[in-house]
T-cell receptor, first 116, second 111 residues
Framework: ETGVTQSPTHLIKTRGQQVTLRCSSQ?????VSWYQQALGQGPQFIFQ???????GRGNFPPRFSGLQFPNYSSELNVNALELDDSALYLC???????????????FGPGTRLTVL | GEDVEQSLFLSVREGDSSVINCTYT??????LYWYKQEPGAGLQLLTY?????DMKQDQRLTVLLNKKDKHLSLRIADTQTGDSAIYFC???????????FGRGTSLIVHP
């Protein structure tokens, strides 16, 4: 177990609604990344937060937004939900920026979002 | 552009070796990773290799990198039923820190 927790485990929403997903990073980690994993696909990078600021973003529209708090917990907010937003949302924490090779990203178990 | 491809399924007998293959298109990849995802769980980093290496061994895992063919493989020796999972390869290209994942290879280990 990595020490990264996510809540809720599962969530069902309808089109047009808004959703907030939460992630608690592993102790001592100051970087959190969020990924969307559609069924049968690999994870796609949404964005990354480093010391409470967005540090980079993948190819996702502005209705996907996030926050990182001083205790390094994090939220992913999605507005105006669409059917295609149905996916497993993963957060991953690390001690430095993702992509620094040896710095391991520790993934949480994910939140399964279903949009009807 | 970035594109990482993997075969979708691999079935092996317990005790045999498994070889999971991955191809990528961006020659400026700097790091290449293998992750494991078990049902209902997040991704677990298994191993990684720098682009200036050809091979890396870590206990039962051997990673081979062929930069000319842009081909990465993960060999699992003495495959066990507990190795059944989805395996993702991922790359990070020079100048970026955003990993690009393949679609994953579902490894099924049968007795």
């Amino acid at each position: 177990e990595t020490g990264v927790t996510q809540s809720p485990t599962h969530l069902i929403k309808t089109r047009g609604q808004q959703v907030t997903l939460r992630c608690s990073s592993q102790s001592g980690h100051n970087t959190v990344s969020w990924y969307q994993q559609a069924l049968g696909q690999g994870p796609q990078f949404i964005f990354q937060y480093y010391r409470e600021e967005e540090n980079g973003r993948g190819n996702f529209p502005p209705r996907f937004s996030g926050l990182q708090f001083p205790n390094y917990s994090s939220e992913l907010n999605v507005n105006a939900l669409e059917l295609d937003d149905s996916a497993l949302y993963l957060c991953a924490s690390s001690t430095t920026l993702a992509g620094k090779g040896t710095d391991t990203q520790y993934f949480g178990p994910g939140t399964r979002l279903t949009v009807l | 552009g970035e594109d990482v491809e993997q075969s979708l399924f691999l079935s092996v007998r317990e005790g045999d070796s498994s070889v999971i293959n991955c191809t990528y298109t961006d020659s400026s990849s700097t790091y290449l990773y293998w992750y494991k995802q078990e049902p209902g769980a997040g991704l677990q980093l298994l191993t990684y290799i720098f682009s200036n290496m050809d091979m890396k061994q870590d206990q039962r895992l051997t990673v081979l990198l062929n930069k000319k063919d842009k081909h990465l493989s993960l060999r699992i020796a003495d495959t066990q039923t507990g190795d059944s999972a989805i395996y993702f390869c991922a790359e990070i290209v020079r100048g970026s820190y955003i990993p690009t994942f393949g679609r994953g290879t579902s490894l099924i280990v049968h007795p």
